[in-house]
């Protein structure tokens, strides 16, 4: 299957918080290529599992919260957490590239699992907590110049980390497999 080039955004922040990452890379980055990107709202774990698997994007970005539960980090969702564990190879992120924004998700034990699990190309995610703004910023930023400069993943976050650094730092990992 050829994969579309642009992002898919799972939007898992609970729409009670009004923070919505998601939207924010939306609305900017439909202004100079609305065709590259789409966004799903989800609500509850196997919403999260259905959404993933209909994408067919080069890049999924999932916005979320990380939360350390039951001695390991996970993905909170609005309704149940997802942990590393959870996610397997068919559920579309096999070479593909992932950011996750959630706090702390960028960590070794969580990374590490998820891309042996998802056999996906990379991730991208905070190895501390990271400020709302913070994140969409770097996240418009770093999409704008992958998109829009024909930039290459990993190119472009070197680019990031020497240009743009923030608190709460951005981490990439890739899979060598």
Partial sequence: MTLKEGVYIL????????????MIL?????????????L???????????????????????????????????LQMPKGHIY????????????????????SLGRKNFAEEFLERTEADSLIAPMNDIGFLDSAM??????????????????TFDYMKENFYINGAM???ENLK
């Fill in 11 to 22: 939007e898992c922040i609970p729409k009670k918080e009004g923070m919505k990452e998601g």
């Fill in 26 to 38: 939306l609305e900017f980055l439909k202004m100079e290529i609305p065709e590259k990107i789409e």
């Fill in 40 to 74: 799903k709202f989800i609500g509850y774990k196997n919403h999260f599992f259905d959404e993933l698997n209909k994408n067919n994007f080069k890049i999924v970005h999932i916005s979320c919260h990380g939360k350390y539960y039951d001695e390991n980090f996970c």
């Fill in 84 to 103: 590393p564990e959870e996610f397997y190879e068919d559920d579309h992120l096999k070479g593909r590239d992932v950011v996750i924004t959630g706090c």
């Fill in 138 to 155: 770097w996240c418009v930023n770093f999409y704008y110049i992958l998109l829009k400069k024909g930039y290459t993943f990993g190119n």
């Fill in 171 to 173: 981490q990439m990992w």
